[in-house]
């Protein structure tokens, strides 16, 4: 048996299959695709369901991959031992209806004894206990000796998940030698020690389980296969766990390197090589198929593990940011068979990047204040609540502070933290519910057997078509007349559908009976085209010919918009980086609003920079061409693929000269200058790591100015002026006018103080030989305050003062303390913390001068009267 390197054994197991008539299929992106069950594709049978069940027909019934895999439900247990992990390769060979157990028997085997040469005598097969049949071919026809074959329960070889195809299935184990037996008599296929390792599983599909116990058998059985990568990969280099593998080993002498240690040589250290190597892999094929960091869903997944990994590289002792690095190092050892990682090499490092940065600003005061929680806990459950504030002051993750807690002996109080989370959500988060795409959601049942939609918009908006089906209240209709509200669906058309971000075509629809007012059009999986329209007269009929007039104006203004996103897109990369990618748009008649993955705010000199460019390409009037060509020939012309969206053999190709090369199946004007300007009217932050331009193009550039000179003109009146030119000068003069008159208020307001301060000073009480002012001013603000609690001091060494201002509903309490009260005791910050959370605030500061706010207003009054008996507790 050869030694063989991972990259080397996925290419010899894929090129394996392809020799026996199987289609090899890229790896699907990790982001299911048409299926809400899965947050993360966890097995290589995961995107092949749909072939499976027969709801989509498969490219050929023979077909091979190599999927990226994310498991998550131990996150926790990965770096504790080396067996866990979250990312992993999964190969497969599949067959739908095609062939069954004889030739997956016997390519199973041919490829371990021939392809891998691995010996005979150290391979184990298990069966299904029943599964006789499976027997006689592996013995009979494969030639396993019936005593390396071990037969083994439902638990173990019976492949089911609820209702749908299931059946028997055998696996493939490596014995590793007596070296890693657990010494019992008994050791053997299917004992739980580290000597047989299973590494190869046939499901054979040949039953369709009801849910209920019955198991009728398939018209056309199935072959499901998995073999993890990375486990194949330790056998045939004889090492003890995936961390050692090459691949995987090399990430990990990366981060060595960085912080100056061995693996081997310290069992903690050990594990936080682990946890790193481990999670910077999930990391990046992540970001690489379009995840971004976020609160949520997947997005969490992500952001929980660059965090985990980020901790650990602290306790290793690395004080910078440095998980980009091996990034880096993971690309570089998988881009040749996962392209898409070096396509996207300068996205995934500045977004690791940026997000390790963010969190490195949070966790040493997250830390601190957990170690404080922790030293301070009564019990060995640490409190839900506290475990809350870290998470939402800190953004530090529940799963790290279980983490933790867990290495002092302590669980956190977790309903209680759920409980938090849960009131939060419901405050932050108003229910919106999508009743359009609810509505819809059945639409594929409901329009089976339409043939789709022949889509004829990109170079004409009308045409003439038939009516092949009407929906009227969920339900498919003959007919429909005057009034009604349906969704039509015609043989072919020059409506566009909503899809890409750009919105969908309104118009008429007429036939020789009737007149439809079109609202909006989508369409759904089946290519149906939806036109969602209102019968303004007449009865309109489904086989009728009807005249289908796009809004040619409307269409043309979102042409227009729909380009200049496209000359948007280059220029941000030519100002930013190769960094910017798209993260999504809304392209509609009256303006562009383009979302890109860049992790500051624009200055405006990048602003400028970005418009000047977008502008230089219209005025250059490059003419726009769209091609459909092959995934593979669009690539190597350098054109940019939608961020983590996967697309098929033949693409749609927009170029717009040198300038710009996109994948996009929208409808564009055929020259730059036909867009005429493009103007950005805003930038904004979107989400962590995503920011917001919008533009307008054309006529919208035109009424912008129209706006923006008819509210020049407005406020030129506004100020009296005659020429709008003079109202720049005239700003500045009224800003100095206005701070010069604040300063005079400043001035009365605090000889006012100073008048309202000595008749107070004078009925000042005496505490235990101190003397006392309170008082409630309405309308002091806080600076007027402090002017206040400086008179006092002065006033006399034994003052201490307690004010407080009203002011638009809110309350500030300052207090002082001059020099000799302090000595005896008194506290400013302990004095107002007191009296403003008598009112329902907070507060504090020095223990000579100190300010707070407050929030009940009724009881300000009663608090200020409590202050004697607190003073008066302090003094000694």
């Avoid at 969490?300 to 910078?320: D, F, N, S, T």
């Avoid at 418009?611 to 003419?623: D, T, Y």
């Avoid at 309308?779 to 004010?803: E, I, T, W």
Wanted: proline share 3%; charged share 25%; aromatic share 6%.
């Amino acid at each position: 048996m050869k030694w063989t390197g991972l990259n080397e054994l996925r290419e010899k197991y894929l090129s394996f299959f392809e020799s026996k008539g199987h289609l090899r299929l890229p790896s699907f992106s990790l982001v299911p695709k048409d299926d809400n069950s899965l947050l993360l594709i966890n097995s290589g049978m995961a995107p092949m369901k749909k072939y499976f069940t027969g709801e989509v027909t498969p490219p050929r019934k023979r077909v091979t991959t190599c999927q990226k895999c994310i498991r998550t439900p131990d996150i926790e247990r990965v770096g504790i031992t080396a067996r866990h992990g979250t990312f992993f390769e999964m190969l497969g060979n599949f067959s739908f209806g095609d062939y069954f157990k004889h030739e997956a028997t016997a390519w199973a085997w041919e490829f371990c004894t021939k392809v891998l040469e691995m010996p005979v005598d150290r391979l184990w097969v298990t069966i299904y206990t029943d599964d006789d049949e499976a027997y006689e071919i592996w013995t009979k026809e494969v030639g396993v000796a019936p005593s390396h074959i071990v037969r083994m329960g439902k638990e173990d070889n019976f492949w089911e998940h609820g209702s749908g195809p299931c059946g028997p299935c055998s696996e493939i184990y490596f014995d590793r030698g007596e070296q890693y037996g657990c010494g019992s008599p008994t050791c053997g296929v299917g004992c739980d020690c580290d000597r047989f390792v299973e590494f190869w599983n046939v499901v054979f599909s040949q039953f369709n389980s009801d849910g209920k116990g019955n198991y009728p058998p398939m018209e056309h059985p199935n072959i499901d296969t998995g073999m993890g990568l990375e486990r194949l990969a330790c056998i045939m280099q004889n090492v003890d766990n995936l961390f050692l593998v090459d691949t995987v080993q090399n990430i990990m002498k990366h981060i060595c390197r960085i912080a100056d240690v061995k693996y081997g040589d310290d069992p903690k250290k050990d594990i936080s090589l682990r946890v790193i190597t481990d999670h910077i892999r999930s990391t990046t094929f992540m970001i690489g198929d379009g995840v971004m960091p976020s609160n949520e869903g997947r997005g969490y997944v992500l952001r929980r593990l660059l965090r985990r990994a980020a901790r650990h590289g602290r306790l290793l002792g690395i004080r910078r940011t440095f998980l980009s690095e091996v990034a880096n190092t993971v690309i570089d050892e998988n881009k040749n068979a996962y392209p898409e990682l070096d396509e996207k090499r300068a996205m995934i490092l500045k977004l690791i990047n940026v997000e390790e940065e963010s969190f490195a600003k949070t966790i040493d005061q997250g830390l601190q204040l957990l170690n404080t929680y922790i030293e301070n806990a009564k019990s060995k459950v640490f409190s839900g609540a506290d475990a809350f504030r870290l998470s939402d002051t800190y953004g530090f993750p529940i799963d790290l502070t279980k983490e933790i807690v867990a290495e002092r002996g302590m669980t956190v109080d977790e309903e209680e933290f759920k409980r938090l989370m849960l009131e939060q959500r419901e405050r932050a988060r108003a229910a919106r519910k999508n009743a359009g795409a609810d509505a819809w959601e059945g639409e594929n049942d409901i329009l089976e057997g339409v043939p789709e939609t022949e889509f004829l918009g990109y170079g004409q908006f009308e045409t003439t078509a038939k009516v092949t089906a009407i929906v009227r209240d969920g339900e498919r209709v003959e007919s429909a007349t005057a009034g009604d509200e349906i969704v039509l669906v015609l043989d072919k058309t020059t409506f566009y559908a909503e899809s890409g971000g750009q919105i969908g075509d309104t118009g008429t629809i007429e036939s020789g009976n009737a007149i439809l007012e079109i609202k909006d059009t989508t369409k759904n999986h089946a290519k149906n085209y939806l036109h969602h329209a209102v019968v303004s007269a007449g009865e309109v009929r489904v086989g009728e010919e009807v005249k289908v007039s796009v809004n040619k104006e409307k269409r043309l203004a979102i042409m227009r918009n729909h380009t200049a996103a496209h000359l948007l897109q280059a220029s941000l990369r030519k100002a930013l980086g190769d960094h910017v990618e798209q993260a999504g748009q809304l392209v509609n008649e009256k303006h562009v609003r383009f979302d890109f993955t860049h992790f500051s705010a624009l200055t405006k000199e990048e602003l400028l920079k970005v418009e000047a460019l977008v502008n230089q390409a219209i005025l250059s009037g490059i003419p726009v061409e769209c091609r459909e060509m092959e995934i593979e020939e669009a690539k190597k012309l350098g054109a940019m693929a939608l961020f983590g969206e996967k697309y098929g053999k033949i693409v749609r190709v927009v170029s717009a000269g040198d300038f710009s090369k996109e994948f996009c199946g929208g409808t564009h004007i055929d020259n730059t200058a036909k867009i005429g300007l493009f103007k950005i009217v805003s930038e904004s932050s979107v989400a962590a790591g995503v920011r917001r331009i919008e533009g307008v193009t054309g006529t919208g550039v035109l009424s912008l100015l129209n706006s923006t000179l008819q509210e020049i003109h407005e406020a030129a009146a506004a100020l009296k002026l005659n020429n709008p030119s003079e109202l720049v000068q005239r700003a500045g003069q009224l800003t100095a006018e206005l701070k010069e008159k604040d300063k005079t208020i400043e001035a009365l307001n605090a000889k006012l103080a100073a008048i309202r301060m000595d008749s107070l000073l004078a009925g000042a009480k005496d505490v235990n030989g101190v003397k006392l002012v309170t008082a409630v001013i309405p309308g002091a603000q806080p600076d007027a305050l402090r002017a206040m609690c400086d008179k006092a001091r002065d006033f006399s060494p034994n003052m201490v003062a307690v004010l407080a201002g009203t002011h638009d509903g809110k309350a500030n309490i300052a207090a002082c303390v001059a020099k000799e009260a302090l000595a005896k005791g008194a506290n400013a910050g302990q004095i107002v913390r007191q009296v403003a959370q008598l009112a329902g605030g907070n507060g504090g500061g020095r223990p000579d001068s100190a300010m707070a706010g407050a929030k009940d207003l009724a009881k300000l009054d009663e608090a200020l009267a409590q202050a004697e008996k607190i003073v008066a507790n302090m003094i000694h």
